[in-house]
């Protein structure tokens, strides 16, 4: 079997370098994500970066990294046999799709998952809301500032990361009492590692307040030299989502000339969020599928 490991804070440039070359790919291939959600581990195996997850608890093996993996997927597809799971590949982009039938011709059956696909925006489109595209964003943002005279931000950082772990436990509250049985138990373990391991992680976000009380909140980490990821946003007010999201995309632009994406992840198939993500007007999509084994008979 291949001698997956949990991933360390010590292994971070090592594995994100890997990361980075891969162009661009879904928020499942951030360090960040890697090392904050779950029950994710990795291995290095012939120079290429293999890793085994839980998803919907399932075992799942993301497409593998590097510059030729077909042994890794041959050591995959063997590893799950040793493990007695089906192989279960995520994470494919249309390229993947090709190379897994290309080397394993009508062995795997391919099925496209839209719940996973990641919301990519042009940084501009979200720092500006220029046109009539985003005509009800710019309005909904004006009465805001009408509606709160007093709004300041101000970076994540060591000295006010208690009141931002003050503001995350009051919407998870709040969030709670409003959909009684919700389950956060993931989300509130990778948000407290996140914020503990804010510096090493290279996280960086935003605190909003409102009359000199903490209101919204988001954090990110770098995806891709060119993309951004923004892994958490939380608002105790409704109508604070838009101007934290606007403010983010300007904080970065201006610290980071760079960036020219933002992903905004997926919306996990509920209709709420998808709806919430398709109105920002997403530049494109990163548009992802899974494999299976025909011979392991599995569903996803």
């Known amino acids: 079997m291949i001698e997956f490991q949990s991933l360390t804070l010590e292994q971070a440039d090592t594995v994100t370098g890997l990361l980075q070359c891969a162009g661009e790919r879904g928020c499942e291939y951030s360090f960040a994500n890697l090392y904050l959600w779950g029950r994710q581990k990795a291995a290095i195996h012939q120079g290429n970066l293999a890793l085994f997850s839980q998803f919907n608890r399932k075992s799942v093996y993301p497409f593998p990294l590097g510059k030729d993996v077909a042994a890794t997927l041959d050591a995959i597809i063997h590893d799950a046999a040793a493990r007695g799971i089906p192989c279960r590949i995520t994470g494919l982009l249309a390229a993947d799709c090709h190379i897994l039938e290309t080397l394993y011709p009508d062995r795997f059956r391919f099925h496209q998952d839209r719940d996973s696909w990641d919301y990519i925006y042009d940084i501009n489109d979200l720092a500006d809301l220029k046109g009539r595209k985003y005509q009800k964003k710019r309005n909904h943002i004006n009465r805001f500032y009408q509606d709160h005279p007093e709004v300041r931000w101000e970076p994540i950082d060591e000295g006010n990361l208690d009141i931002v772990t003050r503001l995350v436990a009051a919407w998870y509250e709040k969030r709670q009492a409003a959909v009684p049985g919700s389950d956060f138990h993931m989300e509130k373990a990778a948000i407290k590692k996140a914020l ?90 990163v548009e992802k599928s899974w494999a299976c084994l025909l011979e392991d008979g599995c569903e996803y």
């Open 196 to 285: 503990a391991n804010r510096r090493a992680l290279k996280m960086e976000g935003l605190l909003l307040y409102v009359n000199e009380e903490p209101t919204a909140m988001t954090m990110g980490s770098r995806l891709s030299e060119k993309t951004f990821d923004v892994h958490f946003e939380k608002a105790i007010l409704e109508d604070a989502y838009p101007v934290i999201n606007q403010l983010f995309a300007r904080y970065l632009r201006q610290a980071h000339p760079e960036l020219c994406w933002l992903d905004r992840e997926e919306d996990m198939g509920l209709e709420g969020l998808r709806k919430a993500k398709l109105s920002y007007c997403p530049h494109h999509m």
